[in-house]
């Protein structure tokens, strides 16, 4: 089946600590793209990227990082610099130019502050 | 930055009704697309409009687009249990070339009571 794989649905993080969340597709998808969902809030675009090995940030990129080393492929690190984590993560793919075109979404990663 | 907002916030009504909901934005649009997220998954994209389209339909739902007054709003006829969820008007800009995505609102929180 194709689509778009996050891993894990809940990660629980202690203070200080990074943490690195999994997105897969086999959508064969240029751009991939991470958002941040807080609740009862839309989403805010953390990263994207067209093209393998480039990347751009988004309108919250502070305390983020992200690889492209293979098209398939987009994990996000969440540092120990993000000094509020806690929320949910979705990561979406789509052709090229996703701002054209629908984009699918995995289903989310989980992530806690303990 | 978020440059939709959906309208109204929550809505609840009986099953068989109808429920609008309205996005309003910002900036020039390339097209305007309506996704679905139920409660802690990933958003399903639901239609897409362009600009240059005035209204759209899909099954039960019907979308309509007004860019002289940067609005749109999405119809879903004789609703259904299924039907609640969170809906999310997402923008595509006119500038950029679509490389940097799509742009959320924080949508509204459907429910359909039986």
């Known amino acids: 089946d194709g689509g778009i794989t996050q891993s894990p649905k809940y990660l629980f993080r202690k203070e200080g600590q990074n943490v690195t969340l999994s997105c897969e597709q086999n959508l064969n998808h240029d751009a991939m793209y991470w958002y941040r969902q807080d609740p009862g809030q839309g989403l805010r675009l953390i990263y994207y990227s067209q093209i393998v090995n480039d990347f751009q940030k988004g309108d919250i990129a502070e305390g983020y990082s992200v690889s492209r080393e293979k098209k398939e492929s987009f994990p996000l690190t969440v540092t120990s610099a993000q000094k509020n984590p806690t929320a949910f993560y979705l990561c979406a793919s789509s052709p090229p130019q996703g701002g054209r075109t629908e984009a699918f979404f995995g289903q989310g990663t989980r992530l806690t502050v303990v | 930055s978020q440059q939709g907002e959906e309208d109204p916030q929550a809505l609840s009504i009986q099953e068989g009704e109808n429920a609008t909901m309205n996005c309003s934005y910002k900036?020039?649009?390339?097209?305007l697309q309506w996704y679905r997220q139920n409660s802690g998954r990933g958003l399903v994209h639901l239609i897409l409009?362009?600009?240059?389209?005035r209204e759209k339909h899909s099954g039960r739902l019907r979308v309509t687009l007004d860019t002289s007054k940067k609005s749109s709003s999405l119809l879903i006829t004789a609703s259904r249990a299924a039907d609640t969820a969170s809906y999310f008007c997402?923008?595509?800009?006119?500038?950029?070339?679509?490389?940097?995505?799509?742009?959320f609102g924080k949508g509204t929180h459907l429910i359909i009571q039986p």
């Open positions: 997402a923008t595509g800009l006119a500038s950029g070339g679509g490389a940097d995505g799509l742009t």
């Open positions: 409009i362009r600009s240059n389209e």
């Open positions: 900036t020039s649009i390339n097209n």
